[in-house]
Every structure is written in structure tokens, then in C-alpha cells.
Nanobody, 122 residues
Framework: QVQLVESGGGLVQPGGSLRLSCAAS????????MGWYRQAPGKQRELVAT???????NSADSVKGRFTISRDNAKNTVYLQMNSLKPEDTAVYYC????????????????WGQGTLVTVSS
């Protein structure tokens, strides 16, 4: 069974930093694109940033210059470094992997983590 487990959320003051991690497990051979999405109370889930297996990235305009996505393919892990946090960044952050191939030939599309809460407040 393939799964994604996020960690690193919490309460931080405006202007502060947090680093989210998301580790994929389950006899994994490769993962295509990994990314972070977020959902604030009363709002739809939105893209934060994605990163391809080769390192190409894409991010929302609202986080450009503040958030950095990275990944370690050997560890099947994706990170989100969040700096200069604002109250409007408060949300549940979800990790996503769009195509996971396992060593026994299985393919899993659109795998989601359970989410981690980030609260930015003084």
C-alpha cells in the first residue's frame, strides 16, 4: 500500500518560517510529479507548488519568493520551505504525488496525504 505522510505543520507568528516534509512509502520505484496544495477554511483546495522528478518547479504567484519546494528522490520525500509567513497562509497543507510506480509494477495515480495544519497567527 502506497501512502504519503506529511509532517512539520504547526503554529507560527507572522513573518516566521516552517518546513513541511512529505515522505512516500510502499516499495516505491519512482514518483513523477510531487506537490503541495492547501485548503483554507471555507475555500477550495489550491495549488501551492509542484516539482518534477528532474527538479522543475511550478508555484502559485501568492507564494513566489517566499516558499521553496524541493525533493529527495532517494528518500521519496518532498519538502516545502515556507518563509515570511502571512496569516493568509493559514490552511491545511496536503502533499500530492501524481504517479507512483512500485517495484512490483503497480501504478498509483493522484495519491494524497492526510494533511498537516499550518496556522499563522500572533
Amino acid at each position: 500500500q502506497v501512502q504519503l505522510v506529511e509532517s512539520g505543520g504547526g503554529l507560527v507568528q507572522p513573518g516566521g518560517s516552517l518546513r513541511l516534509s512529505c515522505a512516500a512509502s510502499g516499495n516505491i520505484f519512482s514518483i513523477n510529479v510531487m506537490g503541495w496544495y492547501r485548503q483554507a477554511p471555507g475555500k477550495q483546495r489550491e495549488l501551492v507548488a509542484t516539482i518534477g522528478r528532474g527538479g522543475s518547479t511550478n508555484s502559485a504567484d501568492s507564494v513566489k519568493g517566499r516558499f521553496t519546494i524541493s525533493r529527495d528522490n532517494a528518500k521519496n520525500t518532498v519538502y516545502l520551505q515556507m518563509n515570511s509567513l502571512k496569516p493568509e497562509d493559514t490552511a491545511v497543507y496536503y502533499c500530492n504525488a501524481d504517479r507512483i510506480v512500485t517495484k512490483n509494477g503497480g501504478t498509483y495515480l493522484e495519491v494524497w496525504g492526510q494533511g498537516t495544519l499550518v496556522t499563522v497567527s500572533s
